[in-house]
């Protein structure tokens, strides 16, 4: 231990650091709740930038994020003295924290005196952490990472959410290409679609000048991008990564990052065995890996999973952006602040006649607000109400965003009313055209508040200076330490400020869940995160024998189960056959025949029965293998093939017989939105999927639904029926949420794979020639029009490759349906350059 290593500990220790830092605390929380309160005197700031100092000088985290604490504490009231900003420039120096240094430049009036020393040792930070291509300077935690990244062929790292994670894939991906010269390509991986767009343009904005790499998101690389020079990023979720690395002709990839790595070994995460699943296939692929994660304290547990050394990892502990933890309790009357020295302190305030929205607007105070609810029905009602309370803000950016959900989904969705308002709902399944302008606003400071579901725990880049929760669950589910830091971690824009504020609301809610304090608080007031234990390592509750029960079809270990933990089971389950078939020592397979003393005999009897080959359940590793082979095995499907033509009857007659193929009322009939709620449900997917197969644009597809639902009397309301009228506009907004979500969970997700499934068992079974056609691309790509499905593999989304094909087809040369050349310049000099499309165009392209 250094010496400034010994001091530090002696400082973080000392009851007068202590009293100060508590003091320079409660002070700012009363300026937070704007309540006038005297503050620190002269000695007492000068000592408390003194211990700053002493602190930024220690190798430890905890030092290192108390001294930036107490810059972010001071600042407010400070920023005008010049004995402050030598204090604040040395100690943040010292951090290496470059973005809090512009902050600060920009910030504060007065520069204050360096020393020597320091200028010098800013001096040689900004040159040898210099980020590539760009005139941005790492932090000390970041350049720590990309050196690593650099130096290993398999990495995995893990920080505070504020920590750029993202960014410094980036800064890596750059480097390989532009300085290294590699010559492969690299896959980024995502938790949802949500997220491929973001990242997506992110990279081409990052990217524009390098030569000779295409950024692609989906799993067919175009003709038109397929050059003996041309190299690929590709951006996508573990879906798509399966479909590309089942195609034999696709580029082979050197590189695969895998973001929001937590998502992997999540027990509650029904997507999580088939993120496992995508991964070990690429690394069956000799891919190098790179895993990134939010706040996990043991990150070599991904290597450890892939059978990778687990040396090659780093935690970084020291948050470039402090927060300040509350709790705000409108039921009991009170406001505990959570302080980082280890106390609880009250502060007093006034609760009288004060509704949680009076609190939302007097805290916000003009800043960025994201207020977490859970659910979308909480979500959607609290972005409604809270908007009722407020002004009209008339702005052009808002109007323009209005008139693109009038024309894109409804005039009557309710997402208008809150815009108007400066207000805004987030959720995965908003479209992804409407999902970004918001996301814009937002950003921009155009609008203020973000009411949101548990979105942002995929990854979603939205960071603001204020977090409300007021649920600590996701659904139903409390949240996990590493769930709930990931959503509260978000509180703090580097770069925009030193500080969030994290406020817990316990609110007049029968849905609010902060219902025991004392318990449901120790996330928020203990600030720990256990070490991950991943079931497929460890077997916890009992998972393997589960497993094995979802294998054999025998009972599971406990009868209240959840449909998501059968799901997972189910889902491992079928992975572990896969294993099995293709003789794979994966960890999933060795733990499962190790931890259970009939696992072996499971796997090879059912794998000995199996005839569908491995390769088409491994493409499908969500359908059980016994559907599979009970269709594959079938001797009347040259009669059961799909047309060509899509209409309400054709699909309703194809919906038919998977149903009774794949057991839909056993398989899709639980949960609290399942798929299959009776043999109606089936014509109602007939009437979605014949209009979205058919390039049917979403306004109409909605219009449509909203008929169906006049004529058959009936909608569903969470998990009750209610009785259905088109003059009711909550009526028509369940009707708008319910579309937008079933096309992404339905439609885009479970129909599309088993409709793939089908097709694939019919061409091994029959032959390519006459095995029909292949509706889960259609259901995919939203469209039969292989045009408009070739625009989308080129980046264009459906709603623009329909437009431009429908008013610009000239600019598009296409043989045989396949895309040859776009005429861009052309294009884009006949195009409006005031529509919304063409924006959305040069932004994609």
């Given at each position: 231990m250094s010496l400034f290593d010994e001091l530090s500990e002696k400082a973080l220790d000392d009851d007068y650091f202590k009293e100060l830092f508590c003091k320079a605390e409660v002070h700012a929380a009363y300026d937070f709740f704007q309540i006038e309160k005297k503050g620190l005197d002269e000695k007492e700031f000068l000592?408390?930038?003194?211990?700053?100092?002493?602190?930024?000088?220690?190798?430890?985290?905890?030092?290192?994020?108390?001294?930036?604490?107490?810059?972010?504490?001071?600042?407010?009231?400070f920023k005008d003295s010049s004995l402050f900003t030598t204090f604040a420039n040395s100690v943040l120096t010292k951090l290496g924290n470059f973005p809090a240094i512009k902050f600060l430049e920009e910030s504060c009036e007065e520069s204050g005196s360096q020393s020597l020393e320091l200028v010098f040792e800013r001096y040689i930070k900004e040159i040898y952490q210099k980020v590539p291509g760009s005139e941005f300077i790492f932090t000390d935690a970041q350049y720590q990472i990309f050196e690593n990244l650099k130096n290993n062929n398999h990495f995995s790292f893990s920080g505070p959410t504020s920590l750029g994670k993202s960014f410094i894939i980036n800064a890596f991906i750059r480097n390989l290409i532009v300085d290294e010269n590699i010559n492969e390509n690299i896959i980024i991986l995502v938790p949802t679609r949500a997220l491929i767009n973001q990242t997506l343009l992110q990279l081409k904005k990052?990217?524009?000048?390098?030569?000779?790499?295409?950024?692609?998101?989906?799993?067919?690389?175009?003709?038109?991008?397929?050059?003996?020079?041309?190299?690929?990023?590709?951006?996508?979720?573990p879906e798509r990564l399966v479909a590309y690395l089942s195609k034999t002709n696709n580029p082979k990839v050197g590189y695969l990052f895998i973001d929001e790595a937590q998502k992997v070994i999540s027990e509650k995460d029904s997507r999580s065995?088939?993120?496992?699943?995508?991964?070990?296939?690429?690394?069956?692929?000799?891919?190098?890996?790179?895993?990134?994660?939010?706040?996990?304290?043991?990150?070599?547990?991904?290597?450890?999973?892939?059978?990778?050394?687990?040396?090659?990892?780093?935690?970084i502990e020291s948050s470039p952006v402090a927060q300040n933890r509350y709790f705000l309790d409108l039921l009991d009357k009170r406001c505990t602040l959570f302080s980082d020295v280890g106390n609880e302190q009250n502060i007093s305030l006034d609760f009288t006649d004060k509704s949680f929205f009076d609190w939302l607007k007097q805290l916000?105070?003009?800043?960025?607000?994201?207020?977490?609810?859970?659910?979308?029905?909480?979500?959607?009602?609290?972005?409604?109400?809270?908007?009722?309370?407020?002004?009209?803000?008339?702005?052009?950016?808002?109007d323009e965003v209005i008139s693109v959900i009038k024309d894109h989904l409804h005039e009557k969705y309710f997402l208008i009313d809150c815009l108007k308002k400066g207000v805004a709902f987030h959720f995965g399944n908003l479209p992804q055209r409407i999902r970004e302008k918001i996301e814009a606003l937002f950003v921009d400071k155009v609008i203020d508040y973000v009411f949101c579901t548990s979105t942002l725990l995929e990854g979603v880049n939205l960071?603001?200076?204020?977090?409300?929760?007021?649920?600590?669950?996701?659904?139903?589910?409390?949240?996990?330490?590493?769930?709930?830091?990931?959503?509260?971690?978000?509180?703090?824009?580097?770069?925009?400020?030193?500080s969030g504020n994290i406020i817990c609301a316990r609110i007049e809610d029968k849905n609010n869940r902060w219902k025991n304090p004392e318990k449901d608080l120790l996330v928020l007031k203990n600030k720990d995160i256990a070490p991950i234990k991943p079931l497929i390592t460890n077997g916890q509750k009992k998972f393997f024998q589960n497993v094995e029960a979802a294998l054999t079809e025998n009972e599971f270990t406990r009868k209240n189960v959840s449909s998501n933990e059968i799901n997972v089971w189910n889902h491992y389950a079928n992975i572990a056959l896969i294993h099995e078939i293709r003789s794979d020592d994966s960890a999933l397979r060795s733990n499962f025949i190790n931890k259970s003393e009939t696992a072996k005999k499971s796997l090879h009897d059912i794998s000995a029965a199996n005839d569908v080959p491995e390769k088409i359940l491994s493409s499908y590793s969500v359908i059980r293998a016994k559907y599979q082979n009970r269709i594959y095995n079938r001797n009347d499907l040259l009669g059961k093939v799909l047309p060509s033509n899509i209409s309400y009857e054709s699909v309703l007659s194809a919906l038919e017989i998977l149903c009774e193929f794949y057991s839909w009322d056993e398989e899709e009939a639980s949960g609290r939105n399942p798929m299959y709620r009776s043999r109606d449900s089936l014509k109602y997917y007939a009437v979605l999927m014949s209009n979205w197969m058919n390039s049917t644009p979403l306004k109409r597809m909605i219009s449509t639904s909203i008929r169906y639902y006049t004529d058959t009397g009936k909608i569903w309301d969470v998990d009750q029926q209610v009785n259905f009228s088109a003059k009711n506009k909550y009526h028509i907004n369940l009707v708008i949420?319910?579309?937008?979500?079933?096309?992404?969970?339905?439609?885009?997700?479970?129909?599309?794979?088993?409709?793939?499934?089908?097709?694939?068992?019919?061409?091994?079974?029959?032959?390519?020639?006459?095995?029909?056609?292949?509706?889960?691309?259609?259901?995919?790509?939203g469209t039969i029009d292989i045009r408009i499905i070739e625009l989308q593999n080129i980046g264009i989304p459906r709603h623009l490759s329909s437009y431009l094909l429908e008013n610009y087809a000239e600019f598009f040369i296409f043989e045989k349906n396949i895309l040859i050349k776009v005429q861009k310049e052309k294009l884009l000099e006949k195009m409006n350059k005031n529509s919304v499309e063409f924006k959305e165009l040069v932004e994609v392209l």
């Open positions: 000592d408390l930038m003194r211990f700053a100092d002493l602190l930024s000088r220690s190798k430890e985290h905890e030092a290192q994020n108390k001294a930036y604490k107490i810059i972010s504490l001071l600042v407010d009231d990052e990217f524009v000048a390098v030569k000779d790499y295409r950024i692609l998101s989906h799993p067919t690389v175009p003709d038109t991008f397929k050059t003996e020079s041309s190299r690929y990023i590709f951006v996508f979720t065995p088939l993120y496992y699943h995508a991964i070990l296939q690429a690394e069956r692929k000799s891919i190098k890996l790179y895993f990134a994660s939010p706040n996990i304290p043991n990150p070599e547990i991904f290597l450890k999973l892939f059978e990778k050394s687990t040396d090659e990892a780093i935690n916000s105070d003009n800043q960025s607000s994201i207020i977490y609810c859970n659910t979308k029905t909480d979500t959607v009602g609290n972005a409604l109400s809270f908007s009722e309370t407020l002004p009209e803000k008339n702005d052009a950016r808002i960071p603001a200076k204020n977090i409300f929760i007021l649920n600590n669950a996701i659904g139903l589910t409390r949240f996990s330490d590493i769930d709930f830091w990931n959503l509260a971690g978000r509180a703090g824009r580097l770069a925009k400020e030193l949420n319910e579309i937008i979500s079933n096309i992404d969970n339905i439609l885009r997700f479970k129909l599309k794979n088993y409709f793939g499934n089908y097709y694939d068992l019919l061409v091994e079974k029959l032959g390519k020639d006459q095995a029909g056609s292949n509706w889960g691309e259609f259901l995919e790509y």
